[in-house]
């Protein structure tokens, strides 16, 4: 007797759906054009860029309701 397996349905990773990789999607098209000297003027370009990043909330609030998800405590 031949046994037939079933498999569920996976959907394919999509990650404009993921909001974090919103967010570091916009932190290497600002940092696109850098000429770092060393690893930590890579690391100190990174963290600036985050942290221009943190200053804008209303951005990351964005990137959540794209992905269909639901932000509560922010306006």
Avoid at 3 to 32: D, F, G
């Amino acid at each position: 007797m031949r046994r037939i397996m079933r498999w569920p349905i996976c959907r394919a990773y999509a990650p404009e759906l993921n909001p974090q990789e919103q967010c570091n999607a916009l932190v290497k098209r600002a940092m696109a054009n850098a000429l770092p000297g060393s690893v930590d003027d890579l690391h100190r370009l990174a963290r600036r860029e985050f942290g221009r990043l943190k200053r804008h909330p209303e951005m990351i609030v964005r990137f959540f309701r794209h992905a269909g998800l639901s932000v509560t405590g922010i306006p």
